[in-house]
């Protein structure tokens, strides 16, 4: 079979004219999936996270009463506040208390849940460190969703 060179420059012709019309559609189909992807990536939001853990007092003060160099406090008070990124209390928290021998009343370790305010109080702790100077109860806060936080550590003053 034999072709024509008029044939096969016309098809030549209507090449490179569709050539336009097609990379035209294809600007066009990739500007209106930008265009919904972006719109969709708008409308997300930044997970939920733990943004600040505060404890008042910011301090517990130790004395050594018997002078055998281990300073103790019987009754201490250390409430914890957990917010999120925007502010706002997180609630179901959980709250771990770690170091200079801090323990419940009763000898177990300490820890709990924060409330509908983001708080949790822990009353009647038992505090103790050897030795003067200055020690530190790390305070964990964790909740699923929204990571952990080991940031806050609540100073012990031994004098």
């Not at 409308?43 to 055998?68: F, H, K, M, Q, R």
């Not at 609630?91 to 849940?113: K, T």
């Not at 109860?137 to 004098?159: E, W």
Request: net charge negative.
């Amino acid at each position: 079979m034999r072709f024509s060179k008029k044939r096969m420059g016309g098809d030549r012709d209507g090449g490179i004219e569709g050539l336009p019309l097609q990379l035209m559609i294809m600007v066009i189909v990739a500007g209106l999936g930008t265009a919904v992807l972006v719109g969709w990536m708008g409308g997300l939001s930044a997970p939920e996270a733990i943004a600040s853990v505060n404890g008042n007092p910011t301090e517990i003060l130790l004395t050594d009463g018997d002078g055998d160099g281990t300073f103790e406090n019987d009754d201490v008070t250390l409430t914890i506040i957990v917010r999120d990124q925007n502010g706002d209390p997180v609630e179901g928290a959980s709250v771990v208390l770690d170091g200079c021998e801090v323990r419940n009343s009763d000898g177990s370790l300490v820890y709990g849940n924060t409330g509908t305010d983001g708080k949790v109080t822990f009353d009647g702790l038992s505090v103790s460190h050897y030795g003067d100077g200055i020690g530190f109860i790390t305070v964990t806060v964790a909740k699923g969703g929204m990571g952990t936080d080991s940031s806050l550590q609540v100073p012990v003053i031994c004098r």
